[in-house]
């Protein structure tokens, strides 16, 4: 392992310099080898369906698992949506001169040597591994033991076109030892590796934030709460809670709890209970709700809960800074959602709630790197430092400062 | 220890909202308050003072702990320099609308609870103190044993200013517990505390980087080169590595090897012997060094260490390439220097060495916040991720997205 990640390393200068145009040229060779070698991929990813089938995994993990003419097709193209991105390394951040008339620039530059560590779906392998190349990253990559065979094949179709570019395979290449003592290993070797992505699970997350030296940008889980104020627009309020929570339930920007504002629960919380209904949301109101409309008593626990799944909190408020108090307590910091037309109120709620992203008038589902803009997503930070919310590109970069002189010493 | 973060924790929002206005009159406060306090103070210090003189420490030692009517005037400048600078809070560092016509702006926040663990001079405690209160953040300071009592009373008089402005003196305090068994719980409580920034011995770092679960800000150490290329004006070249060693060797940003291109070798490096003999620098050279001017013969641990004395190793080498090799073995990626006239490699050195701060034709000394233009300064990190050399208020901040929507949902 220690010889492996020193090679890593070693050859993370050389992707570190390449220019903008052989990273693109070299990203869209890799979508035609990943096309020109659909036929080995698919009998590997057989293999991964195989055992997955005699092993009994439910017919959803086989179809995330499954890798078919379409779905290599598609990978492909993800990696030459990358290629088309603007170029991350270099950009000047800021600039100016100092006192000693130095000009002083801050330019962003490849983190390093990146480990991501992740789980079924394959196509990770290859679009992780491209987001790391383009932002002049060396990738070291920890696929789930349910898509073994698969991530191999991409990995070593991948590591054919960097050597085929008189580039080290290394630069995108599989931890070799994907076992929980390789992982455990990986973690402890902040000598060669500059962040580790846990993508996954929330128990695999929590065990390599508290054992890992090397720093740990997390996709932790989202507990996000929409709060409609009493001078909230009806039908935005229904529109953006419905799409909140019932869009997508299972992803970590779906809304877990609705915090209404006391003074329009009456008026509003059939209309939502009625909106609801047809989603078929099964929803768990406190005491103050429950006088309005009948419905399961919200407790404690749920108020910490993550659903990932069709039901919904309401809590009644009697003021914003309620609202505030409760999202602060409950909240994961993740992103959050103020209705209403008052201006001062959005003002107050958006300065006030600290979270990746705080919306006034939107569904929080708009938490995404692509929805941002920032093309392909290497995920959703829910770190307070290095990355923030939605990562792209830009976000697998840091900075150095350039300073020009003309012969400058300190006095 | 975990009430006492649990407050500081519930604090952090107080802080985190303050005006500017409100920031910089509570800071002039402190100022005035320490000015006020200084016979409370110098009567503290005076026991850390006995104790040291009964404790033998050296006079260097006792130097650095005094504090008189002089340096608490000093001290009390320092916040009153802190208060004057920019606002470092609610700078919009992008913003964009995007295709959903969302308007999405990506601003500074403070990072929330901020420990530093430090030594020595009293003085961190109200500089740092101040720095975390301006940027918005709760400061927990553990000083150093031997400023115990004077760390003491700069904590409680500037506590008193904040009490007396109704905010809870949580948002700036010492670590009740300041014993190993204090630090080694503090950096567990990830849940309370979002950065910890170690200054001081390479132990302590260590330990902290090995142990923490909270990101942790390095103050590390500096093994900086410079480079004279074979294209470098001799009097540039000479001044800056004069400067670079001599100006001050025992700090980060100091020189501990210079690099030489072989072409000019022996036409540079008599001079370069010389002006170093004037400076008492001791010289240890590779064994092609050693061909033109003889000088104690430097090994592969001599590159390797951090002198922080008078001391400097000198190198041969054949190219850029060689010196760029050398650096990337030896360095710390604190600071790097080339001193040349010639465009292409003077871009070719910036680019492809990767460290905080890369010069040309500068001397690696200007490594500071002060001089950088940031005030007053939290420390140089030789961390890649959130903050990368010096650092100043801003990183003392970091951020989140605000969302402005008319009602959209995601489809």
């Known amino acids: ?18 220019t903008p ?14 096309v020109l070698n659909t036929k080995r991929i698919i009998t ?8 997955a089938k005699s092993n009994g995994l439910s017919s959803a993990m086989l179809d995330r698992l499954l890798l078919d003419e379409k779905r290599v097709n598609s990978m492909a193209n993800s990696l030459r949506e990358i290629a088309s991105l603007k170029e991350p390394v270099g950009r000047v951040l800021e600039g100016w001169i100092n006192e000693d008339n130095l000009r002083i620039e801050k330019v962003s530059v490849p983190i390093g040597v990146v480990a991501v560590i992740y789980e079924s779906r394959p196509n990770v392998t290859s679009d992780v591994g491209a987001l790391c190349f383009k932002s002049g990253n060396v990738a070291i990559l920890k696929g789930g033991k349910e898509a073994e065979y698969s ?35 990986l973690i402890k070797m902040d000598k060669y590796v500059d962040l580790v992505v846990p993508r996954g699970g929330e128990e695999l ?23 409609i104020h ?10 953006i809670s419905i799409n909140a929570k019932c869009h997508r339930p299972g992803v970590c920007n779906a809304m877990e709890t609705l915090i209404i504002d006391k003074k329009i629960a009456s008026d509003i919380l059939p209309k939502l209970a009625e909106a609801f209904g047809v989603q078929g949301t099964l929803l768990k109101g406190d005491s103050e709700v429950n006088e309005i409309v009948k419905m399961e008593l919200a407790t404690e626990a749920d108020f910490d809960t993550e659903y990932l799944a069709n039901t919904l909190n309401i809590k009644m408020v ?6 505030i108090a409760h999202i602060r307590r409950f909240g994961s910091a993740h992103s959050e959602a103020i209705v209403t037309e008052n201006y001062s109120v959005a003002e107050y709620f958006l300065n006030q709630v600290d979270a990746a992203c705080v919306y006034v008038n939107a569904s929080t589902r708009f938490t995404d790197g692509g929805v941002f803009g920032f093309g392909a997503e290497v995920g959703i930070s829910t770190n307070k430092l290095h990355a923030r919310g939605p990562m792209g590109i830009n976000e697998l970069t840091t900075y150095k400062y350039k300073i020009y002189g003309d012969g400058q010493i300190r006095a």
Request: overall charge negative.
């Open 1 to 18: 392992m220690e010889s492996f990640l020193k090679d890593a390393k070693n050859s993370a200068h050389k992707v570190a310099t390449l």
């Open 230 to 239: 009493s001078d909230a627009d009806y039908k935005k309020a229904i529109d």
């Open 318 to 323: 009697d003021s914003v800074d309620d609202a």
């Open 21 to 34: 145009k052989d990273k693109n040229r070299i990203l869209n060779d890799m979508a035609d080898a990943l």
């Open 151 to 185: 991530n191999k094949i991409i990995a070593t179709i991948l590591g054919e076109v960097l050597e085929a570019n008189n580039l080290p395979k290394e630069i995108i290449s599989l931890l070799p030892d994907s076992s929980r003592e390789g992982v455990a290993k």
């Open 205 to 227: 997350i929590k065990y390599i934030s508290a054992n890992s030296t090397i720093p740990v940008v997390k996709h932790d889980k989202g507990l996000c709460h929409t709060y």
């Open 44 to 51: 590997q990813n057989q293999k991964d369906l195989d055992f």
